[in-house]
């Protein structure tokens, strides 16, 4: 059974350049999140999709940033133009219906803007 | 601000000792869940607590909650060198009436030494 799927796994790209992250929910998934996770602030929730519709996007750090849900086994994490302290980890996760239902997260894309 | 908080930040004990980490948290809570991430990878959920729970046993894990002081633990029992990882205790965000929206804590940094 496959889990949820990231790619890239590593980027590393020039400042001002677009980085679009992707992700792969666990088939029959309701929930999508996308989170950060950096040393200084630790794992942050950017913005969740429920049935792939945006329900809050309260953690998306500014304009730069857009995540889309095209349809129930695709997402994209977009970033333009990206600046170095966009450098982190990203991950998405996907869960079931709500309820208290445990997350299952990607291995993550390591992100590097020079 | 972080809703789950974990003690100690790192804890490095021998193979088959016990490791106890503890988790704070401000408000309240649905549930609580504890995650273990591996380097390089993803957060994997180990175990759920349910507010009306007190005690939950998982093969080697042990997980108490006690609502009235705010505050989990996790006992990893004669713990094994493949136990080394970060673990996180993740709380939903019940005041804001949804559980499927998680905050994590910054992690405890678990080095088992052979």
């Known amino acids: 059974d496959a889990g949820v799927i990231q790619s890239p796994r590593h980027e590393v790209t020039e400042m001002g350049q677009e980085v679009t992250l992707r992700c792969k929910p666990i088939s029959g998934h309701d929930y999508l999140f996308w989170y950060r996770q950096t040393m200084m602030r630790g794992l942050e929730l950017l913005i969740y999709?429920?049935?792939?519709?945006?329900?809050?996007d309260s953690g998306m750090p500014e304009d730069r940033f857009s995540a889309k849900m095209p349809n129930a086994s695709f997402s994209t994490l977009k970033i333009q133009p990206s600046e170095p302290r966009d450098s982190a980890v990203y991950f998405c996760?996907?869960?079931?219906?709500?309820?208290?239902?445990?997350?299952?997260f990607g291995d993550g894309t390591r992100l590097s803007i020079l | 601000s972080q809703q789950g908080e974990e003690d100690p930040q790192a804890l490095s004990i021998q193979e088959g000792e016990n490791a106890t980490m503890n988790c704070s948290y401000k408000t309240s809570i649905n549930n609580l869940q504890w995650y273990r991430q591996n380097s390089g990878r993803g957060l994997v959920h180990l175990i759920l607590?349910?507010?009306?729970?007190r005690e939950k046993h998982s093969g080697r894990l042990r997980v108490t909650l006690d609502t009235s002081k705010k505050s989990s633990s996790l006992l990893i029992t004669a713990s094994r060198a493949a136990d080394t990882a970060s673990y996180f205790c993740?709380?939903?965000?019940?005041?804001?009436?949804?559980?499927?929206?998680?905050?994590f804590g910054k992690g405890t940094k678990l080095t088992v030494n052979p």
């Open positions: 993740a709380t939903d965000a019940r005041a804001q009436g949804g559980s499927e929206k998680l905050v």
């Open positions: 996760a996907s869960s079931l219906i709500r309820g208290g239902q445990p997350q299952h």
């Open positions: 999709f429920n049935n792939n519709v945006p329900i809050d």
């Open positions: 607590i349910r507010s009306n729970e």
